[in-house]
């Protein structure tokens, strides 16, 4: 079955420690995308690749950094510098290098700071 | 800036009712596509329904349809014959040329037996 897989389902952090948030997709799509989202809030873009060795800051990319070194795959660390780390976090990806097209989304995980 | 209200936090209805979700945008762009997702219990984000700005054509997908209105800015989405699996946090979503999805704040809607 083609589709997205995020892991771990449920992440817990001690404060001061980079954990890294793995997103896979067989789906053969260009674009990956990574979203938080808080209670009461929409997504929130925080980083965008369109192509492997390339990606882009979304609109909060303080705190985040991003690889992508293949294209079935594109984790997001979640570093020391990021105040607010708890919440929920969504890969996605579409065909092609627009964001006109369909974006799939993977199942999610949940980021709790201890 | 582009931006996307949904005004209606929460909503309710019976189940085989129909419900209408609003969503209001903001742009300069003429042309851009919007969608409209759902995120149900299991927080998976499914496609519901999608429109390309330069169509004039409500979209339809099943039960639910669009009323697309661009000169008010206006997106609004209808599910005919809700049914419990419709119990979900509705998204309004609007691409243009920042090519970058911007998301409503949501609109929680639970369908009652």
């Known amino acids: 079955d083609g589709g997205i897989t995020q892991s771990p389902k449920y992440l817990f952090r001690k404060e001061g420690q980079n954990v890294t948030l793995s997103c896979e997709q067989n789906?053969?799509?260009?674009?990956m995308y990574w979203y938080r989202q808080d209670p009461g809030q929409g997504l929130r873009l925080i980083y965008y690749?369109?192509?492997?060795?390339?990606?882009q800051k979304g609109d909060i990319a303080e705190g985040y950094s991003v690889s992508r070194e293949k294209k079935e795959s594109f984790p997001l660390t979640v570093t020391s510098a990021q105040k607010n780390p708890t919440a929920f976090y969504l890969c996605?990806?579409?065909?092609?290098?627009?964001?006109?097209?369909?974006?799939?989304f993977g199942p999610g995980t949940r980021l709790t700071v201890l | 800036a582009q931006t996307v209200t949904q005004s209606q936090p929460e909503m309710s209805v019976q189940e085989a009712e129909t419900v209408t979700l609003s969503c209001t945008y903001d742009?300069?762009?003429?042309?851009?596509?919007l969608f409209w997702y759902k995120q149900p219990p299991s927080r998976q984000m499914i496609l519901v329904i999608r429109?390309?700005?330069?169509?004039?054509q409500n979209a339809t997908e099943n039960r639910f349809s669009v009323n697309f209105q661009k000169a008010a800015k206006s997106f609004s989405l209808k599910i005919s014959d809700s049914q419990l699996g419709d119990t979900a946090m509705y998204f309004c979503?609007?691409?243009?040329?920042?090519?970058?999805?911007?998301f409503g704040q949501g609109t929680r809607l639970t369908i009652n037996p």
């Open positions: 742009t300069s762009e003429n042309n851009y596509y």
């Open positions: 690749s369109q192509i492997v060795n390339d990606f």
């Open positions: 996605a990806s579409s065909i092609g290098q627009v964001t006109y097209n369909e974006q799939f």
């Open positions: 789906l053969n799509h260009d674009a």
């Open positions: 979503a609007f691409v243009g040329g920042a090519q970058k999805l911007v």
């Open positions: 429109q390309e700005a330069y169509k004039q």
